[in-house]
């Protein structure tokens, strides 16, 4: 993984929500399963927990000796592992009851029935121009074709298991220069997640070297777009996030950018995470996560917020029945909306840095009601299914209505 608009997505019917009639829609749900309101792993019986209240939140090629650390951070899955699997990693995630998605090799398949393997990988970002070795340059990407074929050999091996596949930033950005001749060939990738099962993708903004790019936090929340788009809807769709420097000994993404590129993600329809914790500079940490007390209690809030609302993460997306406006035409605000256990959840976030004020009409509700702020320990007043709330710069909220 390298280091390197949008519409305020729909929006949702909570007429729906609160038995007032509506329909519920599946635009950024990527399974059968999840449009059901069940776990969009339900169908892979060795892949990731079926359970409904189950949201991936995993970490990129980190060592498994370090794995109860990141469990105590809210995490639940690795994601790679450095020239494995091996006997030795399998046997340190078991002992920390961490599941993991790794190569299909000779001891992967000799684990075939071991219960910590919950998915399969391809190689990292095969859409990027490819080494042809030191100092040899680079040749074009792997072929879409390719990537399909392995996939159909995998699948062959072990069909109880998903397939993932992480792809690079020309998910997000037609300019990557990094995918060599490919660069502006979007095409591509309708064809590249026909080899998979769970398609992914990188991209860092907030470190990121070039000015089309830097600061853009919204590049995430696009890129997912797309894969659900180029999936049509029909896959599990996952993506990374930032939290280190990695390459950029100047920057680093504060507490609220990561906070609000995750939620950006799962609104707009990202069904797992993959924290890319390595750091290059000022010097090479390949758990540079966990040497920052700051982030660490940060991302840990973070996953663990999610874990509370997977539920209702996990729940059909309801949509036609709210807007929502912004007084800053400049600052866009994102919603999805979800209904579980009788209440209503509305997840909202801040789609370019900046302030703004954000009025949410919320059809069916009469009345006045109280919307609870999670995490915030404040309410605000709706009346007549009409609230409104302030927003800095990169903010997200989440308010819970009660039936």
């Avoid at 089309?212 to 180029?230: F, H, N, P, S, T």
Wanted: with cysteine; net charge neutral.
């Amino acid at each position: 993984m390298r280091r390197d608009i949008i519409s305020a997505v729909c929006l949702a019917c909570i007429l729906a929500a609160f038995g007032l009639g509506g329909g519920v829609g599946a635009a950024d749900v990527a399974s059968t399963q999840a449009s059901k309101g069940t776990s969009p792993y339900a169908g892979w019986k060795n892949g990731p927990p079926g359970d409904a209240g189950f949201f991936p939140i995993s970490v990129w090629l980190q060592d498994p000796g370090k794995a109860q650390k990141y469990k105590a951070a809210g995490f639940n899955t690795y994601v790679g592992l450095w020239k494995g699997p091996t006997e030795q990693q399998l046997a340190e995630l078991k002992q920390a009851g961490m599941k993991v998605i790794c190569h299909q090799n000779e001891v992967g398949i000799r684990h075939i029935d071991d219960a910590i393997i919950v998915g399969w990988m391809h190689g990292d970002e095969p859409d990027n121009a490819q080494s042809l070795g030191e100092s040899k340059g680079y040749g074009p990407p792997i072929p879409p074709e390719k990537i399909i074929e392995d996939y159909e050999k995998v699948r062959r091996a072990d069909p109880s298991r998903p397939v993932l596949l992480n792809l690079g930033q020309g998910v997000a950005w037609d300019g990557w220069y990094g995918r060599g001749v490919r660069t502006n060939h979007p095409e591509d990738y309708a064809e590249y997640v026909k080899g998979c099962d769970i398609a992914s993708f990188d991209i860092y903004p907030v470190v990121h070297s070039g000015p089309q790019v830097a600061g853009k936090l919204w590049y995430v929340a696009r890129g997912v777009e797309r894969l659900v788009e180029w999936t049509e809807g029909k896959k599990v769709v996952w993506n990374c996030i930032e939290c280190t420097r990695i390459g950029n000994p100047k920057t680093k993404p504060s507490p609220q950018q990561v906070r609000c590129e995750v939620w950006m993600s799962i609104i707009h329809g990202s069904m797992g995470l993959i924290y890319f914790v390595h750091e290059w500079e000022p010097r090479f940490n390949e758990s540079a996560l966990l040497d920052d007390a700051e982030m660490l209690s940060a991302v840990t809030a973070i996953n663990r917020q999610i874990i509370e609302l997977a539920p209702a993460i996990n729940s059909p997306t309801l949509k036609d029945a709210v807007r929502v406006s912004s007084d800053n035409n400049d600052v866009p605000v994102a919603v999805m909306v979800k209904r579980y256990g009788g209440a209503a959840y509305v997840f909202a976030v801040c789609m370019q840095g900046g302030k703004t004020s954000a009025k949410f009409t919320v059809g069916g509700l009469k009345g006045e009601r109280a919307v609870e702020v999670l995490g915030e320990n404040r309410k605000i007043v709706s009346m007549d299914g009409l609230f409104e709330d302030g927003f800095k710069e990169w903010d997200v909220h989440l308010y819970r209505i009660s039936q």
